[in-house]
T-cell receptor, first 110, second 114 residues
Framework: GQNIDQPTEMTATEGAIVQINCTYQ??????LFWYQQHAGEAPTFLSY??LDGLEEKGRFSSFLSRSKGYSYLLLKELQMKDSASYLC???????????WGAGTKLIIKP | DADVTQTPRNRITKTGKRIMLECSQT?????MYWYRQDPGLGLRLIYY???????NKGEISDGYSVSRQAQAKFSLSLESAIPNQTALYFC?????????????FGPGTRLLVL
């Protein structure tokens, strides 16, 4: 079967660093996405990984290990506005569609 | 700014009613998608369209139908609404010529079926 696992909820402190993990089991792999979604709003694109390694974009970085079926999103210098859900999605190689995790709700405390 | 819009943003309807949710985009993307989001679950694909003449069922198409009226417009219909179709519905678009073919989402329609 196809499955994406993420922690349901995490809490972190303003100014700190947090790592959100995502593990996946899919019949094929053609890229992994991270999206941010504030409550009641649309998901917005953060990052895309298709090869192993780290992609850095400002305060956000995303890592992929295809052999381990594992990715993480690293958020540095946390700000209150980073309080949101973070969605991990894998593109299935067979039908090319995205398979979505349920999301990790990140709570930032002052 | 190129955008994806959805109407209505909120809708309350009764069991058995037929309703239509509309999506328009100015991004010039050929590919469009309809998803639903329920608490505790990942986004689930209802239908997708790779161009005006192409319509494909997604993971959960039963009880739904779609119409691709133009490159920029993709509508979702609930033929006879039922309470378990209460959810947040998102339209998305993508351009296959871009790295990863990122999907861009509209603001969503919150639907309540009584």
């Amino acid at each position: 079967g196809q499955n994406i696992d993420q922690p349901t909820e995490m809490t972190a402190t303003e100014g700190a660093i947090v790592q959100i993990n995502c593990t996946y089991q899919t019949s094929g792999f053609n890229g992994l996405f991270w999206y941010q979604q504030h409550a009641g709003e649309a998901p917005t694109f953060l990052s895309y990984n298709v090869l192993d390694g780290l992609e850095e974009k400002g305060r956000f970085s995303s890592f992929l290990s295809r052999s381990k079926g594992y990715s993480y999103l690293l958020l540095k210098e946390l700000q209150m506005k980073d309080s949101a859900s973070y969605l991990c999605a894998v593109r299935d190689e067979g039908n090319y569609q995205l398979i979505w995790g349920a999301g990790t709700k990140l709570i930032i405390k002052p | 700014d190129a955008d994806v819009t959805q109407t209505p943003r909120n809708r309350i309807t009764k069991t058995g009613k037929r309703i239509m949710l509309e999506c328009s985009q100015t991004k010039g993307h050929d590919r469009m998608y309809w998803y639903r989001q329920d608490p505790g679950l990942g986004l689930r694909l209802i239908y997708y369209s790779f161009d005006v003449k192409d319509i494909n069922k997604g993971e959960i198409s039963d009880g739904y139908s779609v119409s691709r009226q133009a490159q920029a417009k993709f509508s979702l219909s609930l033929e006879s609404a039922i309470p378990n179709q209460t959810a947040l519905y998102f339209c998305a678009t993508s351009d296959p010529g871009t790295r990863g073919e990122t999907q861009y989402f509209g603001p969503g329609t919150r639907l309540l079926v009584l």
